[in-house]
Each structure stands twice: as C-alpha cells, then as structure tokens.
C-alpha cells in the first residue's frame, strides 16, 4: 500500500497557534496551585475568607490612625469626634513625637549624627567582605570602620581605638613571623598572646601618653544614654562581626588532636551552650569585674557585648563543625594527596566547602542573636522594649500598646528579613552549576 492511500497522514505543516489559555500565565498558576483539588478549592476559599476579615478589620484601624495627638487622652477625643468611640483607631502620634526615644535612646538630640554616621561607615565596611566582586582595596575600610564606629558612638579621645587597633597589627605581624620561623600553631598562639599582653600592660599608658601629648577627641557619651535599635543594633553586629571568627576556631579546635585544645574547646562550648543567655548576661553585670584588675570601671555595654559574642561563638562552633562533619572524607585526602599542611588545607579547600554548607545555620544563629539583644532589658540597660516600657509610663501615653510593639517588630522584621534575604542570595550564587 503506498503512502497516497493513507488518509491519516498530512501533507501540510499547520500555522503555530496560541498554547490554551488555561496553560499559561496567571491561569495557569492560579489552577495548579489554588484549585488543583477539590479540598485545595475549599481550603482556599477558606484562606481567602480569613485575609479578607483581617484586612477588613486591621485596615482602618491601622491607615485611619491619628498622627497629630499630642498625648493618648487627645488621641481618643479625636477618635470620638471623628469615628465615635465604638470604633478602635491606632494613635500612631506616639510614633511621632517619641520616634527619637524609639531610634537612639537617651543619646543626645545634637549628636545624632555620630551613630548615623557609625552605621553608615560599617556597612560601607562590610561591602568588601559580603560581596567579594567589590575592589580589595576597600579591606582597609572594612579593617578601619570597627575602631571609627566605637569612636563616633562613644566618643572621647581619639587615641583610645588607636592604641586599641595597634594591639591587632602587633597580633598580625606576630602571626606572620612565628608561622614563618617556627609554625602555623605557633603563629595563632603568639597573634593571641601577644596582643593580650600589649592591652594588659602597654596600652593603657600608650593612650594616656598620646592624649596628654596631643587631645585630640569629641564629646563623650556614656553607655547609659545609649538604647532603643541603637543598642541593639550596636550588640548585635558587634557580636555577629566578632562570634564568626572566633566561632570557626572553636569548631577547628574541637576537631583538634591535640587533647589540651580539643578538651578547653569541648569545655567552653558545652558550658556556654548548657546555661541561658539571660544568666550570662547577668553575670556580665555582675561578676565579670572580679575577674578583672582592682579599681578597673569595665564599662557594662563593652561586657554586654563580650558575653553576647562568647554565647554566640559557642554556637556558631557547632554549626560550622557539622558543616565539617559534613564532607566527604575525599576532600581531606585530596588535601592531604597535594601537600598541603593542615593550615593549608583548611584554608584552600576545607572550611571554604564546611562554610558553604553551614551558610543557613549559621544566618539562623545570627537572626537568633539580634533578637536576642532585647534581653539586656532585665540587666537595666534600655533596649527597644524598656524605650517602650519607659514611654508608656509617662502621664500622656500611658495606657499604649500596640503602636509601639508594632513599630519595634517592624523594625525587628526588617533587620532579620534582610540577613535572611542575603542568606539566600550567597547560597544561589555559591550553588554548583550542573551541566
């Protein structure tokens, strides 16, 4: 039988023409996802009913809320000439007029610009380190905001974070000539040692010398004006920039042969993790200065921040060992099969595939800690909650509370939501390519 006999066979192509309307698009999305089943029908009809009664309830009371108040007893007379008083209106005139409270505390009004500034000039310094496309050069930010952000925001004679700094360039240098004559080990050892005796025995006179020579400094501000998010916000980032580094140690050290190391890391760590936040926080109020020389003032945002960074290093130490726990046991031996020293290893190959892996972890514990900074409330420093606490108890907006809660979980929300975002744009741009 030949082909011509065959009438299922066409003889011409058809013209391209439009995939249905309900396999593209909006359509599409909306059928497989809300209505792909019966019971995802109903579910979502059900959702749909639940936004629209939120909404219709929240709305009004949030964007019809009063602004111009001058305290709540005013709020309510507008809202009972206005909308009667069956109906709740949010008083966002608290927002207004004790928004500074809320941002910088107790700071002096006329310094406000230092702790801006601060703020500026440390994410100006994180951006070589975040994003490593940027230019090497600008390290030397990133080496340099620290000791200006503490400056700026305390304040006082600018030779107290020099004499500071030169403390890590002596760790530096003692790090590279006691790797090169001696070892890798011997040169972590002598960049913490050495360092710890320059602060201890040379520092304090080194800074005194250079400020009776030449004063050079701004207004000081003592720690006690500091609160609301710029508290937080200083605990929180000094914890997270110090916990890293120290946290990745503690994991190498865990892993360590040597026993001495390994057991002082196995002890910090499950001592640091077995116990609260809020009890170390109290014992950095009030033990940490028995521990430290007779007459020493050891100022308690400094020690805050100190305890905060030891609880979180401890826990980023666990994240960063599963990530070591978590490569193949090839990737040690490739290490080992190029001729790299242990050093080496953990550098080049090792902690950089670990680090990868514990991205999520490690972000968690960071979202976790920020957070956590509003427990230096029960220790009497005034974080955004005690602003709060504070405000409310004033004669015009006592009785507030749902305004300022949701001012300070805004604020919360967009600090956390933004290292989670980040988070997920390292993991993509880290992710392998599969061909």
Known sequence: MSDTNVSYVRKEMLAEAAPPVSEIGPVRWVRENLFSSPLNAILTIISLYVIYWVVGHVAPWTIGGIWGASSLTECREIRDATVGSDHGIACWSVLSHRWHQLLFGYYPSHLYWRPVLALLLFLAGLVPVLYPDTSRKLLIVSAIAPFACFWLLWGGSVWLPVSTALGFVVGYFAFGLATRLISPLAGILAAIILPLLYWYFIAGDLYAALADTVPLGIEF???????????????????????????????????????????????????????????????????????????????????????????????????????????????????????????????????????????????????????????????????????????RATTEWNGIYWELFIFIGVMFFIACFSMGRYSLQLEKKLQREHR
């Not at 050290?253 to 026993?259: E, H, K, V």
């Open 221 to 391: 501000v003592q720690s006690r004006d500091f609160g609301g998010f710029m508290l937080s916000v200083v605990i929180g980032l000094s914890a997270i920039v110090l916990s890293l580094p120290l946290g990745i140690l503690l994991a190498l050290a865990r892993q360590s042969d040597l026993f001495i190391i390994k057991t002082f890391a196995v002890v910090f760590i499950e001592v640091i993790r077995g116990v609260p936040l809020i009890v170390w926080l109290f014992t950095a109020q009030l033990l940490l200065n028995y521990f430290l020389p007779p007459g020493t003032n050891f100022d308690l945002t400094l020690r805050v921040i100190i305890m905060v960074t030891l609880f979180s290093a401890a826990y980023i130490a666990e994240v960063v060992r599963g990530g070591l726990a978590a490569l193949p046991k090839g990737q040690y031996e490739g290490a080992d099969s190029l001729g790299l020293n242990y050093w080496q290893s953990m550098r080049l190959i090792i902690l950089p595939q670990a680090l990868k892996i514990s991205i999520p972890g490690i972000v968690n514990t960071f979202i976790g800690l920020f957070k956590d900074t509003t427990l230096v409330v029960f220790i009497g420093l005034f974080d955004p909650l005690g602003i709060a606490s504070a405000v």
